[in-house]
């Protein structure tokens, strides 16, 4: 009798012991990367390199699933569903953040629906122009624009997301008028607008614009940044041409809430690595975005703080009548 009560006790022990087991054999599937934004954007491209680096850190396949619609909304919408098994990853960029939540675009959003893994860049907007449009400077746009507001077309994505806000920012700083025509689903629709001759420009951040400005296609007119961009040094800043704007996007991987901690601890883990590899930080250096890392234990702080601040410069410029929400 009492060798059968030890037996019973082992299988007991066993079977609590399983779960840890479990996660001790992670990623026994591939991992789904969620990017909310079309394929070709600075964020995909990001997205892509870091986790084709992360996956031989990792131990085992990843891969990038494009979902486009709602401003992220619903790519986003997607990982929040998804079971906390650590499979599905988000990649959160400034209107998932901050965009989605203002608006409300998605009803059922909270931050606590995600458990934020690390930050990866911080993308100073910027304002580009089509290389052979005329514009040699910041002054010279502005100026045409006040000579003739309907002349001169410039894209951005989402209008009331992050590159509309800075534009509207930029108008209300300036005191000129564009032609704003919007292009939902990231950068590759902007790109296709300058080309085509839809647009004379864009706002955007210069690293979604990378392949462009290296062609000689486009060129950065202004960024709104507090420092030179260590890969377009050349492009001057705004706020040295009277216009002081600072704004832009970022990147942020997170999980589903609930994620057992060991296995974000890998997540992280594999992504540091290939944040930190000399391969991505080579790769970046050459598309204008500026990495910058934030784990675990700082980057949900950050994003709330950075919410909030948001959130009340746009409640004032709808007070002021400049935004709609």
């Not at 030890?6 to 789904?32: F, G, K, N, W």
């Not at 890969?231 to 706020?239: E, F, G, I, R, S």
Request: glycine share 10%; hydrophobic share 40%.
């Amino acid at each position: 009798m009492k060798r059968i009560l030890v037996t019973a006790a082992s299988l007991a022990c066993a079977l609590l012991a399983m779960p840890l087991a479990a996660h001790a054999q992670y990623p026994e599937r591939d991992i789904r990367v969620v990017v909310p934004w079309g394929a070709g954007g600075g964020t995909d491209a990001i997205a892509r390199k870091l986790t084709q680096i992360a996956e031989d850190e990792i131990g085992g396949t990843m891969y990038v699933e494009n979902i486009e619609g709602g401003v992220s909304a619903t790519g986003i919408s997607q990982v929040m569903r998804a079971p906390t098994d650590g499979y599905t990853i988000g990649v959160l960029t400034y209107d998932s953040v901050v965009t989605i939540p203002w608006q409300g675009l998605l009803p059922s959003y909270d931050l606590e629906n995600l458990k934020l893994v690390a930050r990866v860049t911080s993308e100073p907007d910027a304002l580009v122009i089509d290389a052979d449009a005329g514009y040699d400077t910041l002054e010279q746009l502005l100026a045409a624009a006040k000579e003739d507001p309907e002349g001169v077309r410039v894209a951005v994505q989402n209008l009331g997301g992050r590159t509309h806000l800075a534009l509207l920012q930029l108008q209300q700083l300036s005191d000129t008028q564009f032609q704003v025509i919007s292009y939902p689903g990231g950068a590759g629709p902007q790109k296709e607008a300058i080309l085509s001759g839809e647009a004379v420009g864009a706002v955007t951040s210069l690293g979604d614009f990378a392949n462009l400005l290296q062609d000689g296609t486009v060129k950065g007119l202004a960024e709104f940044s507090s420092a030179p961009n260590p890969t377009y040094p050349d492009v001057p800043l705004a706020k040295d041409h009277g216009v002081d704007l600072e704004i832009g996007s970022f990147i942020v991987l997170a999980v589903p809430a609930g994620t057992p901690d060991d296995i974000v601890a890998q997540i992280e883990s594999a992504y540091q690595a290939a944040y930190e590899s000399q391969e991505f930080q080579d790769w970046v250096s050459n598309v204008g975005v500026t990495p910058s890392w934030l784990g675990t234990s700082e980057v949900t702080q950050w994003a709330e703080e950075t919410q909030q601040t948001l959130f009340e410069e746009m409640d004032a410029l709808v007070e002021q009548g400049i935004l709609t929400k």
